[in-house]
């Protein structure tokens, strides 16, 4: 998701696997949070910029900034042994808050909203939605096609504790037994359910997280205590997209959201230790 239905059978207020929906963890692992809802194409949604900055900037999100990325497509020739590579622009519009923590990436064909200060689901999805219906109310969106939402965590060790500890022991590879200095060791696991795709990444590596490569360099400050990281640590990368065409509802939206939530944490729970989620709180 970002490169990257539907009953919910979550209960608000209870904590399972550090994804809380209105509760907050002691110390949770989670350090980076993105959701995105890609909707239908709007070839002049620059024209409505300037009347969803003016509301942004008045809703808290002071910095903006138009940014073009680059993103690189292989073109694969059957003439050439290897595929040849282009260059393609693509245009969004950056608006986040003054301490800059989190935001939201505006395209001509999706709406993100990240932040590397998670509180709880509720207020995280909230301020997607509020902000989805306030480009839907600008441009009068026809139709949504896509709804990610990805979670990144920080397993760090607590103390004189060990690494295996705190992970499920089918992502620790060869990282404990293989001699040498360890680099990284790297786990990923795709799944189809509920008419969507998961994918559950782990890598462990020593002297600092290990950002995918699709984020980095990341957009936004992440907080002190995951910035400096002496000894080994694991980062654990679960996103949860669907691919489905379906005309505007943002109640059908809140509902995606609330169920892919659902299946993040079930694998969230399933990556790490009881002895973890004790030591987060």
């Known amino acids: 998701m970002l490169g990257c239905k539907v009953e919910c059978k979550i209960q608000a207020g209870v904590v399972d696997g550090g994804l ?42 002071p910095d903006y900034r138009k940014e073009v990325v680059q993103v690189g497509l292989k073109i694969r020739q059957l003439d050439k042994e290897e595929p040849e590579v ?37 207020v995280f999805s909230n ?23 990805r979670y990144l965590d920080a397993v760090i060790p607590k103390g004189d504790d060990v690494i295996d500890a705190y992970l499920n022991p089918s992502l620790l590879g060869l990282s404990l037994s293989i001699e040498g200095e360890l680099k990284h060791s790297f786990s990923e696991t795709l799944s189809q359910i509920k008419g969507g795709m998961l994918v559950a990444r782990s890598v462990i590596t020593s002297g600092g997280l290990a950002l995918p490569p699709d984020l980095f360099p990341l957009k936004l ?38 169920s892919s939530h659902d299946i993040i944490d079930r694998a969230f729970h399933l990556s790490v230790t009881d002895y973890a989620r004790h030591v987060w709180g």
């Not at 910035?227 to 059908?252: H, N, Q």
């Open 20 to 61: 809380s929906m209105g509760a907050k963890m002691k110390n949770a692992p989670v350090f980076y949070t993105l959701a995105q809802v890609k909707f239908n194409p709007i070839a002049q949604m620059e024209d409505y910029v300037p009347h969803l900055q003016e509301h942004l900037r008045r809703g808290g999100y």
């Open 127 to 149: 301020r997607l939605l509020e902000r989805l219906s306030l480009v839907h109310e600008a441009v009068e969106l026809a139709y949504i096609e896509h709804i990610g939402l």
């Open 86 to 122: 282009k260059g393609q622009q693509h245009i969004q519009w950056s608006f986040t808050n003054a301490q800059r923590n989190e935001g939201y990436l505006l395209s001509a064909d999706s709406l993100v909203f990240h932040s590397t200060v998670y509180e709880t689901f509720d």
């Open 221 to 258: 400050e992440i907080q002190p205590q995951f910035s400096e990281i002496p000894g080994p640590s694991a980062v654990l990368d679960t996103d949860y997209f669907v691919k489905k065409r379906f005309d505007f509802d943002l109640e059908m939206v809140k509902v995606q959201l609330l």
